[in-house]
């Protein structure tokens, strides 16, 4: 067996890189275009799994429009929410959703008194609803 020296050679100086391949001529769209044009694409592509697996957004089995466009725009919604979580926390909607599933609050009523109690949150938690009020914690 021998070693080919020029492969390995190539290998090496290509190792890291990516190479893009568009039918769009250089004229009519620059190379940095197409580049941030796939950016933008892994954002899609992560959006529509987030749909499929965090959101449970199922195929849908209604034949009238008006169900179909409902179903929709819930999903739609849902995602929206998800992002602006995403967002705020800096969290991924899943680590979002095991931080939050413990918070309990109780309401009790005692005679003609009703008063709730707020979950009792740590640091961290605290942290996480002051990032969806105001913003990324």
Same mark, same amino acid.
């Given at each position: 067996?021998?070693?080919?020296?020029?492969?390995?050679?190539? =290998? &090496? !100086?290509?190792?890291?890189?990516?190479?893009?391949? @568009?039918?769009?001529? +250089?004229?009519?769209?620059? #190379?940095?275009? %197409?580049?941030?044009?796939?950016?933008?694409?892994?954002?899609?592509?992560?959006?529509?799994?987030?749909?499929?697996?965090?959101?449970?957004?199922?195929?849908?089995? =209604? &034949? !009238?429009?008006?169900?179909?466009?409902?179903?929709? @725009?819930?999903?739609? +919604?849902?995602?929206?929410? #998800?992002?602006? %979580?995403?967002?705020?926390?800096?969290?991924?909607?899943?680590?979002?959703?095991?931080?939050?599933?413990?918070?309990?609050?109780?309401?009790?009523?005692?005679?003609? =008194?009703?008063?709730?109690?707020?979950?009792?949150?740590?640091?961290?938690?605290?942290?996480?609803?002051?990032?969806?009020?105001?913003?990324?914690?």
């Amino acid at each position: 067996m021998v070693l080919d020296e020029t492969a390995l050679a190539k =290998a &090496r !100086r290509l190792a890291g890189l990516k190479g893009l391949i @568009t039918n769009i001529p +250089a004229t009519v769209l620059p #190379a940095a275009e %197409v580049i941030d044009s796939c950016r933008d694409l892994r954002h899609v592509e992560q959006t529509f799994r987030m749909s499929k697996n965090d959101l449970r957004a199922r195929p849908l089995f =209604a &034949r !009238r429009r008006d169900s179909i466009e409902a179903h929709l @725009t819930i999903v739609l +919604a849902a995602l929206a929410i #998800a992002r602006t %979580v995403q967002a705020r926390t800096g969290l991924s909607l899943r680590q979002f959703l095991r931080q939050i599933r413990s918070w309990r609050s109780a309401t009790t009523e005692a005679k003609s =008194a009703v008063e709730t109690l707020p979950p009792a949150l740590g640091p961290g938690q605290q942290a996480i609803l002051d990032g969806l009020k105001h913003g990324a914690t």
